[in-house]
């Protein structure tokens, strides 16, 4: 399948056959990112990867198309799509447009103490990409692609590095991204690329937002 990269968290995902899968097109994203797409998957509730104008338009423009995301964002949703929003959490399983998917962690990752936690869940699609969503959850096997968050208020690269580590995937390519500058942006490369502390020998790379690669 085509992986092509959005801006932020988002992601979009396409088989040969021309079915889309499209993960995250939050507000940090651009405003048609799941345009076009025939399922859409979201991790959690906040702004970056939730959107609902984005999904609306997604799902007015493809009668067909159908949502998979946590009660909190399907309560959003549902009523404007009826039998078109479906509710997960971890260990479910399902097939999204003809993409295997399986659903893996609850909680968001912590910010601060004080902030109470909400839920988060991460999807692994066709037993090969892991898109954990705001959190450094494992996705209980092996995964060729692990998309990485690289950058956010509740991550620090030393806990990137060991994430990447411990799942040791074949390829990590980063997303929530929208926060590092330019200037910032090759110091990551260093620290994540074969010349920094070592990643356990998965193949690094970013991909600039429409930037499409094989998987």
């Avoid at 056959?17 to 399922?39: H, K, M």
């Avoid at 926060?179 to 600039?208: C, F, I, K, Q, W």
Wanted: glycine residues 10%; proline residues 7%; contains cysteine.
């Amino acid at each position: 399948m085509k992986l092509t990269k959005q801006s932020h968290a988002c992601i979009r995902l396409e088989k040969d056959d021309g079915r889309t899968l499209v993960i995250d097109p939050g507000g940090f994203s651009e405003a048609d990112a799941a345009v076009g797409a025939d399922a859409i998957l979201v991790t959690h509730e906040h702004p970056d990867h939730f959107d609902e104008g984005r999904l609306r338009a997604a799902l007015d423009a493809n009668p067909a198309a159908e949502l998979w995301t946590l009660r909190s964002v399907a309560e959003q949703v549902s009523a404007a799509f009826p039998g078109r929003v479906h509710t997960v959490g971890e260990g479910d399983a399902f097939s999204a447009a003809g993409f295997d998917v399986q659903v893996h962690g609850q909680l968001h990752a912590v910010i601060h103490p004080d902030i109470p936690r909400i839920t988060n869940v991460g999807y692994l699609v066709d037993g090969a990409l892991f898109h954990p969503g705001d959190a450094l959850t494992l996705p209980g096997q092996p995964v060729e692609t692990l998309m990485v968050p690289v950058m956010a208020p509740w991550n620090k690269v030393a806990d990137v590095i060991d994430y990447i580590r411990e799942v040791k995937p074949r390829r990590a390519i980063d997303i929530h991204d929208a926060l590092l500058t330019d200037l910032a942006r090759p110091v990551y490369d260093r620290m994540l690329g074969p010349n920094g502390p070592g990643v356990g020998g998965a193949e690094h790379s970013r991909l600039a937002a429409g930037q499409s690669v094989r998987l």
